[in-house]
């Protein structure tokens, strides 16, 4: 488009350009040198000088710039994971993120949940997959809408990362969520991979039935026996779990004759899970059940009481 070269600088005569939307284009073809290494980044910014009456003006324009055979691309192993927790657990995901381009680039580390739940990011330190007190958190650096920066890779490198969750209270047994984590190049944004990651979450479902023996109208004095059974039918460990019975109506309750899953117990505060005390003249048997497992087997507690 009539430029001169001189010397590596090409110089336009464009002339006058006319205002109200007057415009002018140029063109300049670049051949890269053979002898550039891989990642060097080429820019160009072209000045303008023009004259307005008796004035001359200089501006610059914009600095595009390109990069030498550069492929970006990051990705994310495993793609796929799964775990089953309890509420106040602590998950840690454990994900090798590798940046499968040819030049070193930062990789911006994102996730949605489908249950809105938050996850922290630490770089796995002593590549343990375990999360442990050498571990660093990771922060958006950049201020990057984009998510989390990892550490800056080489090309061909790679980083272990631990996403963690503390697991929320749920309000049923076997809640899900889908959280999937991105990992974008921050060079080329088009440039991702995700995993998935489904994790559910279990809850203590307890279960108790009474019943009493033998049934139907009875006589005073007449002695029955009382029959709880009790299971944790969810996937959730119930911790500190404690059963009462008070003295039924109008019966008296027989001493130490509590049992569970028929191992005969002392009323006494000795240990042995139960322990018998009065209050406001009635008897009231306490047993004490510790921990049960998730979806624990049925266990059972008997009594006996005499009609008054």
Do not use: C
Not at 125 to 151: A, K, P, R, Y
Not at 297 to 302: C, F, R
């Amino acid at each position: 488009n009539g430029g001169v070269n001189n010397s590596g600088t090409v110089n336009w005569n464009i002339g006058t350009i006319p205002g109200n939307g007057g415009s002018a284009s140029i063109q300049l073809t670049l051949q890269v040198r053979p002898d550039l290494p891989n990642g060097t980044n080429l820019t160009n910014t072209i000045g303008v000088t023009y004259t307005v009456g008796g004035n001359t003006f200089t501006i610059t324009s914009n600095s595009p710039y390109a990069a030498v055979g550069v492929i970006r691309g990051f990705s994310i192993s495993p793609t796929t994971l799964s775990a089953a927790e309890e509420t106040d657990d602590t998950l840690a995901y454990a994900f090798t993120i590798f940046n499968t381009g040819n030049s070193s680039d930062i990789g911006e580390l994102s996730y949605s949940s489908t249950r809105g739940y938050s996850w922290t990011f630490f770089k796995d330190v002593n590549n343990n997959s375990i999360l442990d007190n050498g571990d660093t958190q990771l922060h958006d650096t950049q201020g990057s809408l984009t998510g989390i920066d990892i550490d800056t890779l080489a090309a061909a490198d790679s980083i272990k990362i631990l996403a963690r969750l503390i697991v929320p209270v749920v309000s049923s047994d076997q809640i899900q969520d889908v959280t999937t984590f991105t990992v974008k190049s921050n060079a080329d944004q088009s440039k991702f991979q995700s995993a998935v990651g489904t994790t559910t979450i279990g809850k203590a479902v307890l279960s108790v039935v009474r019943s009493v023996t033998p049934s139907g109208n009875r006589p005073p004095g007449d002695e029955m026996t009382f029959t709880v059974t009790y299971q944790n039918v969810g996937h959730g460990k119930a911790y500190n779990v404690v059963l009462t019975e008070t003295e039924p109506d109008s019966m008296s309750y027989v001493a130490n004759s509590v049992t569970i899953n028929n191992i005969a117990k002392t009323d006494a505060a000795d240990g042995d899970e139960v322990t018998v005390t009065t209050n406001d003249g009635r008897k009231v048997i306490t047993i004490n059940v510790g921990t049960l497992n998730s979806l624990s087997t049925e266990a059972t507690i008997k009594y006996r009481a005499t009609i008054h």
